[in-house]
């Protein structure tokens, strides 16, 4: 608990988050991905991403389970990180897999549900990381914030969606299980404390 | 007096090279010709001529030595540049071994090839049980250098051993019954640690048409660079049908079946919308979930290159175009 406050905490948790992507950049320069390393690096970044929005997700239940407080001092460099990592798989596949021709990857996002719904998912994460500072909590109002982060209940659904279709044709579902397993009870935690919250279970007056 | 300094070998001034994209064309014209009505005189020169200057393809010395003679066979013998051997043996689609593209290398080395058969049955007048080594010795062994376009969109160029599916369908005489052939891979779990898994039925399943698998492209391969099959890419012997999608040339063989309807293939039958039964590679049919127009050369189209354009048939158009002459490629894709 008290490391969690510790100065160094944040940088490391920072540093902590970008090793994937050191690692991903290490391997192409050394040539260490594989025979494909274009795929190596645009399905690292897709996986990256779930794992991000697994974390960021993670925080608020943790923080009520173990009741260390500290841990919300996290979730907005996590949520940042989900974004970060989630941007650098597009510019991936538009890159290797599409060469930056605009025309090709506009006709694969409107051809392909699977790359629209990942699209799309990336597209509901700019509002959330564009209001991620404290000025614009303070200009949108602590609520309408939250509303609008919200968002992130859709996102997670869409990525999980993302990768099933990107698997379905190969029947191979054991990892993609695995992410909508952890976000599944992540997402379930939240709509079972909302169930259980006592205003819920009052009459509404007429 | 000009006296030349130099002897030698002269260095081509840049001018002098043909720039690739134009010798690519040439070769793309000589196969139009081929494919049209000039007629088996111009394919043979087409074929002299893809014969002219072919690459080189040197043993690894990693297994044992399978010695071959160049392919006679019309279009055997890609010009393109073979992938290194390291790549095509430390990449593949083996499923039976795990579905990473890593899995095979790491795990195939439980599998016992030796001592191995291969029934032919079916509807033959001549059924048999070959034992490995008797195939290796039926027809002489034949040096092809094949592109593989795998329908997932990558490609490789991988010099193969082995000779015509024919020499052997041939041999067990079929009966006018046989219309289709099935090739069924060995699906033994104590050997295999993705048989099991439910990604796919086992055993493996793949089939042709009678006049595809007596096309003289159709290899049966026993060997690759030289050398006999690595585990990984389907030890002892596995198809190579190089105008397909690559999952249509099953690997470690058990049992070729010669039968009257078409065949329930493994991956027409585990997703019928994404995997035809013919799977021609074809650039104007996409899969559902990615275009099939264009493809990476693994170990040669490196990251920041665009893909390159896809050929119809994987550029076999000029053998094999005749086979689908009528038939519409989109409802038999």
Known sequence: MKALLHPAAKPTLFVLCLLPLALLVAGAASNTLGANPAEALIRSLGDWTLRMLCLTLAVTPLRQWTGWQALARWRRMLGLFTFFYSALHLLAYAWFDMGFYVDDIARDIAKRPFILVGFLALLLMLPLAATSFNRAIKALGAARWQALHRLVYLVAPLGVLHFFWMRAGKNNFAEVAVYAAVLGTLLGWRLLRRLKRPDRLQPQRA | ?333
């Open chain 2, 1 to 333: 007096m000009y006296v030349k300094k130099n002897p030698g070998f002269d260095t081509p001034a840049a001018s002098e090279i043909t720039p690739r994209d134009i010798y690519e064309t040439r070769r793309d014209w000589l196969r139009l010709m081929a494919a049209g009505g000039a007629g088996a005189a111009l394919a043979a020169w087409a074929q002299r001529a893809a014969h002219a200057q072919p690459p080189a393809a040197a043993r690894p010395g990693k297994l044992a030595a399978l010695p071959s003679q160049r392919s006679n066979v019309a279009g055997a013998t890609t010009m393109d540049k073979p992938t290194a051997y390291d790549d095509v043996t430390g990449y593949n689609n083996f499923y039976e071994f795990g579905t990473g593209k890593e899995d095979p290398a790491r795990l195939a080395g439980s599998l016992k090839t030796r001592p191995w058969t291969v029934a032919v049955e079916g509807e033959v007048d001549k059924p048999r049980v070959y034992a490995i080594d008797e195939l290796l010795k039926l027809a002489p062994m034949e040096e092809r250098i094949y592109r593989l376009r795998c329908v997932e969109g990558w490609s490789m160029v991988i010099p193969w051993q082995g000779w015509s599916l024919a020499e052997l369908i041939k041999r067990a005489e079929p009966t006018s019954r046989a219309k289709f052939v099935e090739f069924h891979s060995l699906a033994d779990k104590a050997q295999m640690p993705g048989v099991g898994s439910r990604v796919l039925q086992w055993p493996y399943v793949e089939g042709l048409r009678i006049d595809e698998a007596l096309h003289p492209l159709t290899l049966l391969a026993f060997g690759l660079y030289g050398e006999v099959l690595p585990a990984q890419n389907g030890a002892p012997v596995r198809l190579v049908v190089p105008w397909k999608y690559g999952f249509k040339s099953a690997k470690s063989l058990v049992r070729i079946r010669l039968v009257e309807k078409q065949p329930a293939t493994a991956w027409n039958v585990a997703a019928p919308q994404e995997y035809g039964f013919y799977s021609n590679v074809n650039p104007k049919v996409d899969h559902p979930r990615w275009s099939q127009a264009s493809e990476r050369r693994i170990g040669e189209d490196g990251l920041f290159q665009r893909k390159r354009p896809t050929a119809m048939f994987n550029g076999y158009e000029a053998q094999v175009a005749s086979l689908y002459a009528g038939m519409d490629l989109r409802k038999f894709f």
